[in-house]
Each structure stands twice: as structure tokens, then as C-alpha cells.
T-cell receptor
Framework: DVKVTQSSRYLVKRTGEKVFLECVQDMDHENMFWYRQDPGLGLRLIYFSYDVKMKEKGDIPEGYSVSREKKERFSLILESASTNQTSMYLC????????????FGSGTRLTVV | QQPVQSPQAVILREGEDAVINCSSSKALYSVHWYRQKHGEAPVFLMILLKGGEQKGHDKISASFNEKKQQSSLYLTASQLSYSGTYFCGTETPGGTSYGKLTFGQGTILTVHP
């Protein structure tokens, strides 16, 4: 029973393309997050949302945007993909105070060529 | 700023113990611990709230020293299933954190038979 679903496991895109990464959760969580994971750097927060249509920048938002039109769906957009955005992207969700921890999706490995 | 985890990697034999540390330069409201097995999503282990509590989860426990802004994860009598990368995630008080976590760079734990 998958609870946080990311639309693609692997993705290859060309430099300059507009890329959409989709994430859907079925736990009625208020919070949703996008992290990127790179070796030796851990997980770094790109954007998060604590309510529909609400978003806040994380630590590395440059080159990214997000959309949350419905509570269950949080999209990450790369406006013009670049090779330095090649990474593993993880979506997560949680209740508002995250007392039960985050539930992560399986990740999307994006390669920009 | 990301919390700092130590050690970066540790190798054990089954039955041995290990300690993973997480240190922050900022005052903390809570600390989360996650384990990620190779090719899988991170999985929530436990949360510690300010107050210096210690929690347990099977043979895995953790402590949180609010004054030192540090948390430690204790793995006792390690099993092969404990292998993976362990991440701490820290939440700072105030603002619009809404359960927003900043993760450390991870500690790779390998347990051999």
C-alpha cells in the first residue's frame, strides 16, 4: 500500500527542457516537501508547502518552482533543466507538526543530458 | 545550515553496538531519525522533542540533549537488517517551520555476518 507516489522512477531530459515531477499522497497530510539527494550532501530541501496554494522556499530553491493546487498533489517544476540538476528527487509528506515523521516517496532519479 | 553527523561511515559485525551523532549549530525543537536502505525511500524511526528525552524502538534508541543541540542514535546488538544510511533531521523553533526538517549528510552503517 504505497502512500506517497512519485510519477516516475527514472527520467532523462535534455538541457533546457521544462521538467515536471509529480507527487501524490493519500494520507490527507497538510505538509508536503521536495528534497534532492546527492552523495555526501544528504537531503536538501528545495520547497515545501503547508497548505493548498501555500509554498515556501527551502534551502536550494534556485532553478525550481512548485505547484500545489490540490491537497494531495505537489509538483516540482524545473523551468529550464540544467546538468547540475541531475539528482535523486524525493517527495515527502507529513501532518502539520510532523510528530509522526515524514513519509517519503520512492524517489525520481533525474538525469539531465 | 545542515546538522553534522558523525561518523560518516561505520562497519560492524552482527551483535556489535554503534552510536551515531547529530550536532546542530542552532537551537532545536525536535530531532528525527530515518534509515534508508539502498534503492529505497528513507523510513522514519523516531522523533525526539526538546526536553532531553530518550526513546527506544526495538534495539534502537536515541537521546536528545537540548542544551548541547545534539542527538545520538544507539544501535545495540546490531543485525544485518540494520545496514543502511541513517539521517538525522532537525527542526528549529519558531517562524513558519511547520515541521520543516533540515537533514544531515547521513551515516552509512554496514553490518557484516
Amino acid at each position: 500500500d504505497v502512500k506517497v507516489t512519485q510519477s516516475s522512477r527514472y527520467l532523462v531530459k535534455r538541457t533546457g527542457e521544462k521538467v515536471f515531477l509529480e507527487c501524490v499522497q493519500d494520507m490527507d497530510h497538510e505538509n508536503m516537501f521536495w528534497y534532492r539527494q546527492d552523495p555526501g550532501l544528504g537531503l536538501r530541501l528545495i520547497y515545501f508547502s503547508y497548505d493548498v496554494k501555500m509554498k515556501e522556499k527551502g534551502d536550494i530553491p534556485e532553478g525550481y518552482s512548485v505547484s500545489r493546487e490540490k491537497k494531495e498533489r505537489f509538483s516540482l517544476i524545473l523551468e529550464s533543466a540544467s546538468t547540475n540538476q541531475t539528482s535523486m528527487y524525493l517527495c515527502a509528506s507529513s501532518l502539520s507538526q510532523a510528530l509522526g515523521g515524514y513519509t517519503f516517496g520512492s524517489g525520481t532519479r533525474l538525469t539531465v543530458v | 545550515q545542515q546538522p553534522v553527523q558523525s561518523p560518516q561511515a561505520v562497519i560492524l559485525r552482527e551483535g556489535e553496538d554503534a552510536v551515531i551523532n547529530c550536532s546542530s549549530s542552532k537551537a532545536l525543537y525536535s530531532v528525527h531519525w530515518y534509515r534508508q536502505k539502498h534503492g529505497e525511500a528513507p523510513v522514519f524511526l523516531m522523533i525526539l522533542l526538546k526536553g532531553g528525552e530518550q526513546k527506544g524502538h526495538d534495539k534502537i534508541s536515541a537521546s536528545f540533549n537540548e542544551k548541547k543541540q545534539q542527538s545520538s542514535l544507539y544501535l545495540t546488538a546490531s543485525q544485518l537488517s540494520y545496514s543502511g544510511t541513517y539521517f538525522c533531521g532537525t527542526e528549529t523553533p519558531g517562524g513558519t517551520s511547520y515541521g520543516k526538517l533540515t537533514f544531515g549528510q547521513g551515516t552509512i552503517l554496514t553490518v557484516h555476518p
